[in-house]
């Protein structure tokens, strides 16, 4: 007797499933796999027929056939999920949809009846999570956490709101520091005193803009250095800078202009290493403007930010937190975790920026950090040069 045919099989089987008959279409795919030659899709089929004749649990052991033989099988992980959702296991279901979600390649390299079934899968999982977090908001509701609190912020992390970003600095890390992106404005009382000096630093801001020259592209190639610009800001003069101090040297010359905002400064725990910081400047951003996501060079300081001339449509990212600037309210933050900022107005944006010790270092430590670099210079040419 000649054996059946696997493939005119599959064929009855799937006609079996477009008439609405899944009896025959489980037979004919029970009678494949007898043959020993399924593949997952034959297991997916088995399990659409049994469905059909509403055998749950064979149904399911059909769809743990096909991902045993291919567990990234995205039509298996979608039934599956529909299983568990119709049982009313809410955690599973939310588990296989969320799988899918993250293995699916982009729509157009999917067939399109499968681009269907991942958009649908996609629903039901922000359904399912948007539920996991009303519920858990519910319950918590009595904890008298506010949104902007590190546990209401871990809680955006727990929700998939926010995503997380550490420190990268590019050229030196300094271990056990806490990640933060916006410090409290509490923790620099000194501060007080600047932003009180807002107006009259402002006031020595518009008279060197009244020099067309006065301000300099932010990045400018080395001499000294191959060029590297991966962000396409080398010696663009859209980030434009204006030097009261740079790497470690006072500018004498603009230092003169503006007395008010160096007096201003005189409360600030300014980084002091030889030849490198600290970096006092006038940063400005022209209309239309971004500067790309980017790290900075040492966690061993802060950078701070007093705002000056501010246009609707400007707004600076540390991480996940994206904050406006505010016309004298200074702020500081790590500038070793990803940030970028923009100015989507017509007019130009203009801040003080500049960098401190980070207050977490000791006294000692600080002088280690110093006498290194000053070292790393001391040897041959010099090390990598970096600045705010």
């Known amino acids: 007797m000649t054996a059946p045919d696997p493939r005119l099989l599959v064929q009855q089987a799937i006609e079996g499933l477009r008439r609405g008959d899944p009896a025959t279409a489980r037979d004919r795919f029970q009678q494949v796999i007898a043959t020993g030659v399924a593949d997952a ?41 529909d299983h568990f959702a119709e049982a009313g296991d809410n955690r599973a279901a939310a588990a296989f949809y969320a799988a899918v979600v993250r293995a699916a390649p982009p729509p157009e390299q999917l067939s399109p009846e499968l681009r269907g079934e991942v958009a649908r899968a996609r629903v039901m999982s922000q359904r399912y999570a948007d539920d996991y977090e009303a519920f858990l908001r519910e319950k918590l509701a009595g904890q008298g956490a506010s949104a902007d609190s590190r546990f209401g912020q871990a809680l955006d992390l727990l929700f998939g709101r926010k995503q997380i970003y550490l420190q990268q600095p590019k050229v030196f890390y300094f271990p056990e520091l806490p990640q933060i992106q916006f410090y409290d404005r509490a923790l620099f009382p000194w501060m007080d005193a600047l932003e009180a000096a807002t107006d009259a630093i402002r006031d020595e801001l518009m008279a060197v803009m009244q020099d067309q020259g006065a301000f300099r592209p932010y990045l400018e190639s080395p001499s000294d250095r191959p060029a590297q610009d991966p962000h396409g800001m080398l010696d663009n003069p859209d980030w434009g800078a204006f030097y009261l101090w740079k790497d470690g040297q006072p500018v004498a010359d603009n230092i003169a202009r503006c007395p008010a905002t160096m007096a201003a400064l005189e409360g600030a725990p300014l980084g002091m290493i030889k030849g490198r910081t600290p970096s006092v400047l006038f940063s400005l951003l022209r209309p239309g403007a971004a500067i790309p996501p980017h790290h900075g060079f040492v966690n061993t300081r802060l950078i701070c930010h007093l705002p000056l001339i501010v246009p609707d449509g400007c707004a600076f990212r540390v991480g996940n937190d994206t904050r406006p600037w505010r016309e ?30 980070r207050p977490e270092l000791t006294g000692e430590e600080r002088a280690q950090v110093a006498a290194m670099f000053e070292a790393i210079d001391d040897y041959g040419a010099g090390g990598e040069a970096w600045s705010v």
């Open 41 to 81: 899709s034959v297991w997916l089929g088995l399990a659409l027929a049994l469905r059909g004749l509403n055998d749950k649990p064979a149904s399911l052991v059909a769809i743990d056939q096909a991902l045993g033989l291919e567990p990234r099988n995205l039509r298996a992980r979608v039934m599956k999920a």
């Open 328 to 357: 004298g309210q200074a702020w500081a933050f790590d500038d070793t975790i990803e940030h970028e900022a923009w100015n989507r107005s017509d007019q130009t944006r203009v801040i003080l920026l500049f960098d401190i010790w």
